[in-house]
């Protein structure tokens, strides 16, 4: 057991550290070639995007990886159930985003501009829902080649899309620019799902028949899932209501430029470098929440600990090297990599918070490896009204974006006290 986990930590940690430094590269040629004020505007899209892949997805990627890691079910069945369901659902949400997108562009972010990217987001919907599912098989069953390839590759692709077509639509408004970027995704994902399905089992046999739902294994699948894309949902939701709230009550004091251009700032330079060690954090969760499923099942509390403690220790250490990095060469950073240092206040007030960040990955796979999904849906609840609520708030004390900064530092202290509090609650 501790020979695979080891194995697939090192999977996970090589593909994760390709992946962000392929990520790095690409956004580095997007932010240089759209600058802050198209890259400003993207980001704005972005919420919108995560909150509807959440609805799409129904939490059916982390329920489906539960199911197959407990060995007890036909996957077959358990997939051809599932796949002609979740795209049913994902055709109609797409034309209801369609229908939305104006509404959402217009009244809520007060920005015409970004109308055509909230449509491409409907259009790329399916595609990145079949390959998360497709990647959830491989979680499951401890075999993470599959999934790290094809992220790799997606991350190929999008890069080559990067240097061969952005520079040839630069010379197109930025809402068409803005709309082909959001677009290029369908490209990506949908190679990502034939990588993934090319490492499948070869001795399967599929007919129509197999397509018939099963009742008991659709029931087992929205059971687990419908949790998960309750806490993920509502984290989108919030997500998605902070340029919203940040646009409306700032805009009485402040300029639209000044909010979408910080709000850019923040989200576009910030966040990315700040998130950018979370390969090492995420590889060696996600790598750890097959073997905390069989050690819970098992009533195995003591090796669950021993295990949890020792990943801390390895996260913090990591985490507080990273952040002295940050503080003392933040701005050198960030020229190197945007060719600007603007951001680099908001970084240094960040970056020590964002220790507790990291550490929350551990936390939180391991309670759903417990399959304790109701803690995550309380702790997406409490940690996303305390960010809205933080953000109206102070949104009033005309400080202006430093609202958006102290929500952020507010949520995460509460939400790790939060997950450390229940996590061991559990194993005593």
Same mark, same amino acid.
């Given at each position: 057991?501790?020979?695979?986990?080891?194995?697939? *930590? $090192?999977?996970?940690?090589?593909?994760?550290?390709?992946?962000?430094?392929?990520?790095?590269?690409?956004?580095?040629?997007?932010?240089?070639?759209?600058?802050?004020?198209?890259?400003?505007?993207?980001?704005?899209?972005?919420?919108?995007?995560?909150?509807?892949?959440?609805?799409?997805?129904?939490?059916?990627?982390?329920?489906?990886?539960?199911?197959?890691? %407990?060995?007890?079910?036909?996957?077959?069945?358990?997939?051809? !159930?599932?796949?002609?369901?979740?795209?049913?659902?994902?055709?109609?949400?797409?034309?209801?985003?369609?229908?939305?997108?104006?509404?959402?562009?217009?009244?809520? =972010?007060?920005?015409?501009?970004?109308?055509?990217?909230?449509?491409?987001?409907?259009?790329?919907?399916?595609? $990145?829902?079949?390959?998360?599912?497709?990647?959830?098989?491989?979680?499951?069953?401890?075999?993470?080649?599959?999934?790290?390839?094809?992220?790799?590759?997606?991350?190929?692709?999008?890069? =080559?899309?990067?240097?061969?077509?952005?520079?040839?639509?630069?010379?197109?408004?930025?809402?068409?620019?803005?709309?082909?970027?959001?677009?290029?995704?369908?490209?990506?994902?949908?190679?990502? *799902?034939?990588?993934?399905?090319?490492?499948?089992?070869?001795?399967?046999?599929?007919?129509?028949?197999?397509?018939?739902?099963?009742?008991?294994?659709?029931?087992?699948?929205?059971?687990?899932?419908?949790?998960?894309?309750?806490?993920?949902?509502?984290?989108?939701?919030?997500?998605?209501?902070?340029?919203?709230?940040? *646009?409306?009550?700032?805009?009485? $004091?402040?300029?639209? $430029?000044?909010?979408?251009?910080?709000?850019?700032?923040?989200?576009?330079?910030?966040?990315?470098?700040?998130?950018?060690?979370?390969?090492?954090?995420?590889?060696?969760?996600?790598?750890?929440?097959?073997?905390?499923?069989?050690?819970?099942?098992?009533?195995?509390?003591?090796?669950?600990?021993?295990?949890?403690?020792?990943? !801390?220790?390895?996260?913090?250490?990591?985490?507080?090297?990273?952040?002295?990095?940050?503080?003392?060469?933040?701005?050198?950073?960030?020229?190197?990599?945007?060719?600007?240092? %603007?951001?680099?206040?908001?970084?240094?007030?960040?970056?020590?918070?964002?220790?507790?960040?990291?550490?929350?990955?551990?936390?939180?796979?391991? =309670?759903?490896?417990?399959?304790?999904?109701?803690?995550?849906?309380?702790?997406?609840?409490?940690?996303?009204?305390?960010?809205?609520?933080?953000?109206?708030?102070? !949104?009033?004390?005309?400080?202006?974006?430093?609202?958006?900064?102290?929500?952020?530092?507010?949520?995460?202290?509460?939400? *790790?006290?939060?997950?450390?509090?229940?996590?061991?609650?559990?194993?005593?």
């Amino acid at each position: 057991m501790k020979k695979k986990f080891i194995i697939s *930590t $090192t999977i996970l940690l090589i593909g994760g550290l390709i992946t962000k430094i392929l990520g790095m590269i690409i956004k580095i040629i997007m932010t240089r070639s759209l600058g802050i004020d198209g890259l400003s505007l993207y980001m704005l899209i972005l919420p919108s995007m995560m909150l509807f892949i959440n609805i799409a997805q129904i939490g059916l990627p982390i329920a489906l990886s539960r199911l197959v890691a %407990l060995n007890n079910k036909n996957n077959k069945k358990l997939y051809l !159930s599932i796949i002609p369901i979740t795209l049913l659902i994902n055709l109609f949400l797409s034309i209801f985003i369609i229908l939305l997108a104006p509404y959402i562009s217009n009244n809520l =972010l007060h920005n015409n501009t970004i109308k055509l990217g909230i449509i491409a987001i409907s259009l790329i919907i399916p595609f $990145t829902t079949l390959s998360s599912i497709c990647r959830s098989y491989f979680f499951g069953k401890e075999k993470l080649f599959p999934h790290v390839l094809s992220l790799i590759i997606e991350n190929i692709i999008r890069l =080559l899309f990067m240097i061969i077509i952005l520079p040839r639509i630069m010379h197109f408004k930025i809402k068409y620019i803005i709309f082909i970027l959001v677009l290029s995704n369908i490209i990506s994902e949908f190679i990502s *799902t034939i990588i993934l399905i090319i490492f499948l089992p070869k001795n399967i046999s599929i007919n129509l028949k197999d397509f018939i739902p099963n009742k008991y294994y659709i029931y087992e699948s929205f059971k687990l899932g419908i949790p998960n894309v309750s806490s993920n949902l509502i984290y989108s939701i919030s997500y998605f209501l902070e340029p919203i709230i940040l *646009t409306n009550i700032l805009i009485k $004091t402040y300029s639209n $430029t000044y909010i979408v251009r910080e709000y850019g700032v923040i989200t576009g330079y910030v966040i990315p470098l700040l998130t950018l060690p979370s390969f090492f954090t995420l590889a060696i969760s996600q790598a750890i929440m097959p073997y905390i499923t069989k050690e819970y099942k098992k009533n195995n509390i003591k090796n669950i600990i021993k295990r949890i403690n020792f990943i !801390s220790i390895v996260i913090l250490i990591f985490s507080l090297f990273i952040i002295i990095i940050y503080e003392l060469y933040g701005d050198i950073l960030l020229k190197l990599i945007y060719k600007t240092s %603007l951001g680099y206040n908001y970084l240094k007030i960040l970056s020590p918070i964002f220790i507790l960040q990291y550490l929350q990955s551990i936390y939180t796979f391991t =309670l759903n490896g417990m399959g304790k999904n109701k803690v995550i849906f309380i702790l997406s609840l409490i940690s996303s009204i305390t960010r809205i609520l933080s953000i109206v708030l102070l !949104s009033y004390l005309h400080i202006g974006i430093y609202s958006y900064i102290v929500s952020i530092i507010i949520n995460i202290i509460i939400s *790790t006290i939060y997950l450390i509090k229940k996590l061991f609650s559990y194993l005593k």
